[in-house]
């Protein structure tokens, strides 16, 4: 497969949209978030790049020693990639203690819970601005021992990816977590024409 | 409401995976066929009871937590054998292959009617699935386990061999204090003789100025000689850190001048036909080490037989990146028995004072830090062997 190696880029009026859509997207997982958890939770404002592999293995590579593990879940539509969600070890332990969780499969069973709340609520809300639909192939989330990320296999097809990036912050219980949502050539260059779209219908 | 059996029936009757319909309290609502047949119960006897009431290993929080956020997103919410295991509990009758002793389930919570707060579960049999995992589990913990012993292996290995360069060190600091004592051994019986003459003439007292100067300048000399050697050897036996250009007719000259004193003793004559501005880039003190050492042998093969006419000779062939050095002796040759283990390590043929190391370690060196390669020809003859070496490592 011809796989297309020239860096598409997001101009800053494109960025500007999607970080709009984003934040409306954000606020609705946080509060679907906050419902599950009967906590009060809090993302930070998205932060949206055009990365290679290389560069996102990396920031990757950063997260990897402080975590607990590392889960992926794909979705697909015609806004479709993959979505990869950190949580810091002592956020894992603070969130079964608040979810009065005893043993570590209810625990794993729970992040897995998380990344495919905030995964759902964030894609599907995303699609929805662009008048798409997203949907999860079932079950399609795996928990991932942290020194094989560079090994997961579907994280090779990807040559570029746009990363959406954010905190989730529960600040009483003292639990954080970074989720990325990946999407892959064809998807960045579909998101860019719906941008662009959106961006005629404002002017 | 809950006990309308048909209306849910009809569609998921002949469905290959269980489907439970329960809303946000665990009601169950639905209880298709498959599971009926699984779990052996009715549909009807538990329409309108709690789920987790019929089966009480279910964790009430956890799954009403899934149920309600599925109904508040709208999109479906998970349970995955790898993790769970299952949420009904169905004994495995086929144990063959199977190392479970429940069905293994994947189970997805799908909104099915927002405004009754009814969600469906859908449950899949991933037992096969789940198996096949646990095995590939267990064979890459083998293969973990095998791959570690072997780096286990390696690093055995590895200290070894930095004791073989250990030894071979001493060995060559042996041979170098032995090269010493062979080229020590005339310039201190010139000084003793020296010595003598002046004590004699000083006895008979015909010691004049002259003659005093004379031996005392002989004498002089002779230690600066002595000293020059101790100082030409240290400075070749070092190894060295980095590489620079090599004069392979200097560097033959230099062995042979290390090696002339014992060769004139056993009257062994020598041929070096290299031209003299060939140069190769590399390290130097290594390659003289190993040149010494294939001479060395040649010398102690020539010392365990009774030949005449003596000879070592150097050739030089030259190639494109490449250039091969041929060292020849006419002593006698290696039998064909000795031959396949000459370059192993410990392995000597010689009757005495031989650490087995020598041309091990010149293989060593070659292969691992210049990057060349070295053969061993030998018949009834002599010897002959001939080490590539790249012109610019």
Redesign the interface.
């Known amino acids: 497969m011809n796989m297309q190696t020239n860096k598409i880029t997001l101009t800053e009026d494109e960025k500007d949209v999607l970080q709009e859509l984003m934040n409306i997207a954000y606020g609705s997982a946080t509060a ?1 978030v906050a ?2 958890l009967d906590a009060f939770a809090s993302l930070s404002i998205p932060n949206i790049q055009v990365l290679t592999m290389h560069e996102l293995f990396e920031t990757f590579d950063k997260l990897k020693n402080s975590s607990y593990f590392f889960a992926t879940q794909a979705f697909s539509g015609e806004f479709n990639g993959e979505s990869a969600f950190f949580i810091n070890d002592e956020s894992a332990q603070n969130l079964a203690k608040h ?2 969780i005893e043993s570590k ?2 625990l ?3 992040i ?2 998380l990344t ?2 905030l995964t ?2 964030l894609t ?1 809300q995303l699609a929805a601005e662009m008048e798409s639909e997203v949907t ?1 192939s ?2 399609s ?3 991932i021992p942290l020194q094989e990320i560079e090994e997961v296999e579907t994280f090779q097809l990807y040559s570029q990816v746009i990363v959406i990036d954010t905190d989730l912050n529960f600040q009483d219980q003292k639990i954080n977590g970074k989720i990325f949502i990946l999407t892959k050539d064809e998807s960045i260059q579909w998101l860019k024409t719906k941008l662009n779209i959106i961006l005629e219908q404002l002017i | 409401m809950a006990q309308n059996k048909t209306q849910y029936n009809l569609r998921t009757a002949d469905l290959d995976n269980g489907i439970i319909i329960i809303d946000d309290t665990l009601t169950i609502y639905h209880f298709n066929k498959w599971l009926e047949l699984q779990t052996k119960i009715k549909e009807e006897t538990i329409l309108g009871d709690k789920l987790n009431d019929v089966f009480t290993n279910i ?1 009430t ?2 799954l009403i ?2 149920v ?2 599925a109904l ?9 054998a ?4 299952y949420l009904i509990p169905i004994k495995i009758n086929q144990f063959k292959n199977s190392i479970y002793e429940y069905m293994q389930q ?1 189970v ?1 919570i799908i909104p099915y009617d927002k405004e009754k707060n009814l969600v469906a579960l ?1 449950i899949k049999d991933q037992t096969n699935m789940a198996s096949t995992n646990a095995l590939l589990n267990s064979h890459i913990q083998e293969i973990k386990k095998l791959n570690e012993a072997l780096i286990q292996e390696q690093r055995l290995r590895e200290e070894q061999h930095q004791q073989f360069l250990a030894s071979s060190r001493s060995a060559a600091m042996g041979d170098m204090i032995s090269m010493i004592a062979h080229q020590w051994r005339q310039p201190l019986s010139l000084i003793t003789t020296v010595m003598s003459n002046m004590r004699i003439k000083k006895e008979l007292d015909t010691l004049d100025d002259d003659t005093f100067h004379n031996s005392f300048k002989k004498i002089e000399e002779t230690i600066y000689y002595l000293s020059d050697t101790v100082n030409d050897f240290r400075d070749y036996f070092k190894p060295n850190k980095v590489k620079s250009s090599v004069n392979l007719y200097e560097l033959f000259s230099k062995s042979i001048f290390f090696l002339k004193d014992e060769m004139a003793q056993y009257d062994i004559k020598y041929t070096i036909n290299i031209d003299k501005d060939i140069e190769i880039y590399s390290y130097k003190n290594e390659l003289l080490q190993c040149i010494i050492n294939i001479i060395k042998n040649s010398i102690d093969a020539f010392k365990e037989k009774e030949i005449t006419n003596k000879n070592i000779t150097v050739t030089l062939e030259k190639e494109q990146d490449m250039l091969t050095l041929y060292i020849q002796d006419n002593a006698g040759g290696i039998s064909k028995e000795h031959l396949t283990k000459i370059f192993e390590p410990y392995f000597s043929t010689k009757s005495k004072n031989g650490t087995g190391l020598g041309l091990y370690i010149c293989k060593t060196i070659i292969e691992k830090h210049l990057q060349g390669n070295i053969t061993l020809e030998s018949d009834t003859n002599g010897t002959k062997v001939a080490l590539s070496l790249p012109t610019l490592l």
Not at chain 2, 72 to 80: C, G, K, L, V
């Open positions: 679907v419902d599950m979810l009065e499969e209810d794993d069973d729970a897995l819970e495919n709340v759902s609520s599907t999860f079932l079950p989330i795996f928990k | 964790k929080k956890t937590r899934k309600k956020t508040r997103m709208n999109t479906p919410t998970f349970y995955t790898a993790i769970s295991h994947d997805s859908i």
